[in-house]
């Protein structure tokens, strides 16, 4: 019985349960549930769950801040643990701990950890956070806002990116002073594992078509192997359309055409291109939210991954990707009303101008937003607590 | 001794592939035969003028190269420009071994004119020979790619007022072809970045920068992410842009710049950045200005240059005059800008800017129901008037 449910286990392990959400973002109503695995290793005391917090660098903690009181005046049953890493804390100690601290909880919301790459010793935290717990899969939802300043209003992509191998294996040598290689690893168990999770996640969300990025006419061997283990994928999913494009001609369409995408599949490099280029269309980075998954642990960031160095102390940060990326991870625990109430209240005041903050176009400060999703919150959670104490 | 000489120079043209696409004398051929008292009813070249005659390497391609080939042509010689062209056809030729290689003609005339203007080539497959551009490439040490990306007024794009460069670096980084399976599904493919090339290719962007009045070089790379390659090849930017203080330079991650770049492309003004980066970037610059086939584009090398269009080969138009100039044309002015000939190429520019702007006269593809041919009399005609 034990090795049974341990095999089922095992076989849904990477298969994300998908359910409607109870808020319409857009005409899109779904979210992205914990699998089995996932949500025993999720750290639940007395119905509230615990995740972690690491505040990162630049904007990251000021934001992060803002989204605690959120949660606060929405009630979500959510403790943070809050675990120092940045820059700064170069010590493997500090690492360790945001690892353990992840390992324990399950979940975790991140800032940015900018790094330091002209100190040869300085060793990128973010990615070996998700190298360390396996967080495999990218995923990067680019759906046009309405009352947003873009230049395309009817834009909808899941983009859906290798996490783990690829150009960012950080393995680089100098065999003589001025030469240098780095070695980009692409292995046929991780494709298979990354093109299995992007067609099983457009087959549950009723997306019609996935489309795989490679430059396999130039790299024949590494992003061969990419394309060859999506197309054996694919045939198992007779009903989803597949298709492949070169990521130079990908990235023209994008800005050209980019209602034609539908859901993206690419390995790590070309992955962040044209997230970065998604997030761009739609309204920038401060807009969208991201999500990294592996078959245990979620950590839910910004989409773009940028810390906003520049913008750090102004109070003009745009709080709404860290904002719906903790919805998504709302959603994620199983928290649905207060994922799809929290999320609401954020769409609904950023598509006014006046709560429109810099790089949207706007004046308004963060605070200001903030402040103003607060007063659209405080409302809805009264009226859900009078009808929680008459029923 | 002078008569020696001109034999010698003649026997050398003798050597050459007589396929001249004008009908025009080479320069020293004529000079032989007027020493030699022919009768002169052969044109007369106005050597007074401010540039000799240069021969130009011409590689019409396939599908609607040769069309757009002939109508560059046309409008040089309605310029005036001191060019005269040297046919060359690339089909690749079996040699004794069985396999194919590329004709000789195309290096012997190269190696001669060290300009060459390259029209779309039909990627054959299967074919068992290596591509034409990387050959072309490796004979002459083609390092830098150089694609200027301008706004075209008259062909409507979500995007205003771009206006600039992107300079990649040509022969190494992630397209060295060094690949290897270590075991059964696992490979590694090799990106080289070595201190010459990233040292040249940044030198080059100061220089085109300087020569072309631009106030800022942008170094894109990932060295967050691939520290010892990407910072190998930062540093080398570094240095030289300390050597060149005139102009601006700026360092940004890759994401950082495509994010701004599809919010506010004017931002930007000269790009360099290793191969991969620089491919994906020029074309997402072309898709911003309207894609590939209005789009120049320019090879540079320590031994020669070679200006091509980088579009397709369309074969479902070619031979019906419905193909557009535009995008061999504007590499054609780079060619002449890089010869310095700037001011025939300003001319044939402007003459083809403002047939765009006007749209009166424009291609199917831009819009319009002219035929090839209508829309290089309209320019020729701008030019001439």
Not at chain 1, 128 to 138: G, I, K, P, Y
Not at chain 2, 98 to 112: K, R, T, V, W
Not at chain 2, 323 to 345: F, I
Request: aromatic share 6%; proline share 4%; hydrophobic share 40%.
């Amino acid at each position: 019985m034990a090795a049974l449910t341990r095999r089922l286990l095992c076989n849904t392990a990477w298969r994300q349960t998908v359910v409607p959400s109870l808020s319409s973002f857009g005409n899109r109503n779904y979210t992205i549930n914990a699998t089995e695995q996932q949500v025993l290793s999720c750290a639940k005391y007395g119905g509230r769950h615990c995740v972690t917090l690491m505040t990162g660098d630049g904007v990251g903690p000021e934001i992060l801040t803002h989204v605690q009181e959120i949660f606060r005046y929405a009630g979500a049953p959510i403790d943070f643990e809050t675990v120092e890493i940045n820059s700064s804390t170069t010590d493997a100690a500090y690492l360790e701990a945001a690892l353990l601290s992840v390992q324990r909880n399950g979940v975790a919301l991140k800032g940015n950890i900018e790094t330091k790459f002209d100190d040869a010793e300085f060793r990128s935290m973010n990615v070996a956070l998700r190298s360390r717990l396996d967080l495999w899969s990218n995923i990067v939802w680019c759906r046009s806002f309405k009352g947003v300043n873009a230049r395309y209003d009817d834009i909808d992509i899941v983009l859906i990116r290798e996490n783990t191998e690829g150009e960012y294996s950080s393995l680089e040598h100098e065999s003589v002073t001025g030469v240098v290689e780095s070695l980009k690893i692409i292995t046929a168990e991780k494709c298979e594992r990354i093109a299995r999770y992007a067609f099983d996640f457009a087959a549950r969300n009723g997306r019609k078509k996935v489309t795989a990025i490679h430059k396999a006419n130039i790299m024949k061997l590494a992003d061969g192997l990419f394309l060859e283990s999506c197309r054996k994928v694919s045939e198992d999913y007779a009903d989803i359309k597949f298709s492949d494009m070169i990521i130079d001609n990908a990235s023209m369409q994008m800005v050209s055409r980019p209602q034609q995408f539908d859901v993206l599949l690419m390995p790590n490099l070309y992955g962040n291109i044209l997230s970065s280029i998604a997030a761009g269309l739609v309204g920038g980075a401060g807009l969208v939210p991201g999500m990294n998954v592996g078959a245990k642990y979620a950590v839910f960031e910004s989409g773009t991954r940028n810390s906003g160095r520049s913008l750090k102390g102004k109070n003009i940060a745009n709080p709404t990707g860290m904002l719906l990326a903790s919805c998504d991870m709302l959603d994620y625990l199983g928290h649905h009303n207060v994922g799809a109430l929290i999320r609401e209240s954020v769409l609904d005041v950023i598509a006014q101008p006046q709560h429109q903050t810099p790089d949207m176009g706007g004046q308004a400060t963060t605070t200001d937003v903030i402040q103003a999703i607060i007063d659209d919150i405080k409302p809805k959670t009264q009226t859900s607590l009078q009808e929680a104490q008459s029923g | 001794m002078a008569a020696r000489a001109i034999r010698t120079a003649f026997s050398q043209i003798n050597s050459v592939p007589k396929s001249h696409g004008q009908g025009v004398l080479p320069f020293l051929q004529e000079r032989f035969l007027e020493s030699q008292s022919c009768p002169s009813n052969t044109r007369q070249y106005s050597s007074a003028g401010s540039a000799s005659i240069q021969k130009v390497t011409m590689i019409p391609g396939d599908g609607i190269g040769p069309e757009i080939s002939q109508a560059v042509k046309d409008i040089f010689e309605a310029a005036g420009a001191p060019i005269i062209w040297e046919d060359v056809d690339v089909t690749p030729i079996k040699g004794p071994d069985g396999n194919f290689h590329l004709p000789q003609a195309i290096f012997d005339s190269m190696a001669e004119t060290k300009m060459g203007l390259k029209g779309p080539l039909a990627t054959p497959i299967g074919k068992g020979h290596k591509s034409l551009n990387l050959a072309l490439r490796k004979a002459f040490s083609l390092y830098a790619n150089v694609r200027p990306c301008k706004s075209i007024e008259g062909y409507k794009t979500p995007y205003d007022e771009v206006d600039l460069v992107t300079i990649r670096e040509n022969t190494e980084g992630e397209y060295s072809g060094i690949e290897h399976t270590i075991v059964d599904g696992v490979v590694q493919s090799i990106k080289l970045i070595t201190e010459t090339a990233s040292r040249r290719v940044a030198e080059y962007a100061f220089k085109f920068a300087r020569d072309n009045n631009r106030s800022t070089v942008t170094a894109v790379h990932k060295a967050n992410i691939m520290r010892m390659s990407d910072g190998l090849f930062l540093k080398c930017c570094r240095e030289v842009a300390s050597k060149n203080k005139d102009i601006k330079f700026t360092e940004h991650y890759l994401d950082t710049v495509c994010l701004n770049m599809v919010q506010d492309p004017t931002q930007f003004d000269v790009l360099v950045m290793p191969n991969l980066y620089g491919d994906i970037l020029s074309d997402l610059c072309a898709g911003l200005i309207g894609g590939l086939g209005v789009t120049p584009s320019g090879n540079i090398g320590e031994d020669g240059a070679i200006f091509e269009s980088v579009h397709g080969t369309a074969p479902d138009i070619a031979g019906q005059d419905k193909a557009n100039p535009t995008a061999l044309l504007l590499s054609a002015v780079m060619m002449l800008r890089h010869m310095q000939l700037g001011e025939y190429g300003d001319r044939i520019e402007k003459a083809a800017l403002d047939t765009i702007r006007e749209g009166e006269v424009l291609t199917g593809d831009l819009g319009g129901e002219a035929t090839c041919s209508a829309f290089t009399k309209e320019i020729c005609r701008r030019i001439q008037s």
